[in-house]
Nanobody, 120 residues
Framework: VQLQASGGGLVQPGGSLRLSCAAS????????IGWFRQAPGKEREGVSC????????FYTDSVKGRFTISRDNAKNMVTLQMNNLKVEDTAIYYC??????????????YGQGTLVTVSS
């Protein structure tokens, strides 16, 4: 199982970034994939998740209306579109795979992260 996040970078407040998670070694359409982030000095937090069973999505309150998760099972890719970025969104972002098709499953695998820095 491999998960590789990419697409991070430096962006000004109000800007946008699109993160990608390339998955390999397992059938993406069998598992829910989530995005997590960890800011300096803070604990890792769940940002978003998309179920493979229903296509249902989850967003933490602080990103609702600004972030959108999507997946392309044929391309083994999950993306996180981040709009109207705020300084407090600065963190290393990781994608992770659950042990089921539901976002409530346990997260078994985490990929290497990609750094998002929001600063003027």
């Amino acid at each position: 199982v491999q998960l590789q996040a990419s697409g991070g970078g430096l962006v000004q407040p109000g800007g946008s970034l699109r993160l990608s998670c390339a998955a390999s070694g397992f059938p993406l359409d069998y598992y829910a994939i989530g995005w997590f982030r960890q800011a300096p000095g803070k604990e890792r937090e769940g940002v978003s998740c998309m179920s493979s069973a229903t296509g249902g999505t989850f967003y933490t309150d602080s990103v609702k209306g600004r972030f959108t998760i999507s997946r392309d099972n044929a391309k083994n890719m999950v993306t996180l579109q981040m709009n109207n970025l705020k300084v407090e969104d600065t963190a290393i972002y990781y994608c992770a795979r659950t042990d089921s098709s539901w976002c409530t499953g346990g997260y078994e695998y985490y990929g290497q992260g990609t750094l998002v820095t929001v600063s003027s």
